[in-house]
């Protein structure tokens, strides 16, 4: 069974920072591309950042500078460090790879930016 739990998210004030973590089981993590979705209210979920196997890293645009991914081989966990924080980065935060042609997602994790 493949899980993805995914945590840190909470109420910060913009200029803030914010580290999201998504543990996973049942995938052979070192070999799997994860990636960081999220999805704004009344909006279609859309990619934020990917990290390959060999730690090369893609970023969305409005996020670059601000956002790192990583990941942690030994932990099968990957992460998400957000810094300067604005108000449109307010959404609810997933977790994703696929393994095995099967998408999986993490449950999510709400993120809210106040001014």
């Known amino acids: 069974q493949v899980y993805l739990v995914d945590s840190g998210g909470g109420l910060v004030q913009a200029g803030g920072s914010l580290r999201l973590s998504c543990r996973t089981s049942?995938?052979?993590?070192?070999?799997?591309?994860m990636g960081w979705y999220r999805q704004a209210p009344g909006k279609q979920r859309v990619l934020v950042a990917t990290?390959?196997?060999?730690?090369?890293?893609n970023y969305t645009d409005s996020v670059k500078g601000r956002f790192t991914i990583s990941r942690d081989n030994a932990r099968n966990t990957v992460y998400l460090q957000m810094n300067s924080l604005i108000l449109e980065d307010t959404a609810d935060y997933y977790c994703?790879?696929?393994?095995?042609?099967?998408?999986?997602w993490g449950r999510g994790t709400q993120v809210t930016v106040s001014s």
């Open positions: 994703q790879t696929t393994w095995k042609s099967i998408t999986y």
């Open positions: 049942g995938i052979n993590f070192k070999i799997a591309r």
């Open positions: 990290i390959a196997n060999d730690g090369t890293t």
